[in-house]
């Protein structure tokens, strides 16, 4: 089972590219725009403070484990943190539920989890390892490991971790989010498409499905009616994630929409960014607003 779906997103990366947009503003101001973009080429956020990955609302089942009640209460406590994006005092409750029961494997998954959101990404590694000398059959631990070795720019780790995530757990939406990403990175379209395809499969009433694969859409295959249609659903099913709108303004960047529904689009992902605070996406918005005014 997976946890939030909205981790792998605040992790993976901003992969845009208008190399071939002809835009509604000017060809220096495009320039400035692609440049701006393609900052965030090189990291691979799981939309690296974008706030969110394709990691569901519930918390995992302790299956096996026979934690401590104690221990369950602060295991408990640390999922609704990492619902809530407050990564460190989630980190405050799996620690404590480490030194509680340091033989729990999820209380060890959990605070990678944390770690993730603080993108201190090797230390979750080293929790996941944790959590899987202790529970070799984890599936969850796999996928979230999957997440920070893409993110660390390791795709072969990354994709043994996803694989074997799915192996054990074939609808584990973590793990064929981070396969599409990989596969579209390789040039794989095909099995890229499927794996995203899997992802909204599993959840279909998760927005953020539909916005990887609304990205997936628009960069990797340039099919830019899918990827509105994919943006107009996420939008639909998760209306307060900055993420959606800022990717959808992008697009309609490439298509030559009107410039009011880009400016709409861009001053909405700005004011959801707030709070939580979204630094990446807030960056991006103003530069891309700025483009827009300077093109006027």
Known sequence: MWTRIWILSIILCFYVSLVNCSSIVSLDTKKNVEDSIEEYDSVEILGEDQGKTVIGTVVPSIETEEPSTESVTFYIRGHNYLTRNEPVEAERSFNTVIEIEP??????????????????????????????????????????????????GDLIGAKLDADAAIEMEPESVDANIVLGRIYSRNGENDKALYHHNEAVRILPNDGLTYWWRGRFFRDSLKLFDQAMLDFNKAAELDPSFAGIYLDRAILKIIVDAEKDTIRTDLEEALSLAEDPELPDIIEQSKKLLDQISQGS
């Open 103 to 152: 033989e729990f494997a999820r209380g060890w998954d959990g605070r990678g989890e944390s770690f993730l959101l603080q993108k201190r990404y090797k230390e979750a590694i080293k929790d996941f390892d944790r959590a899987l000398t202790l529970k070799p059959n984890l599936s969850q631990a796999y996928a979230h490991r999957s997440i920070a070795k893409l993110s660390l």
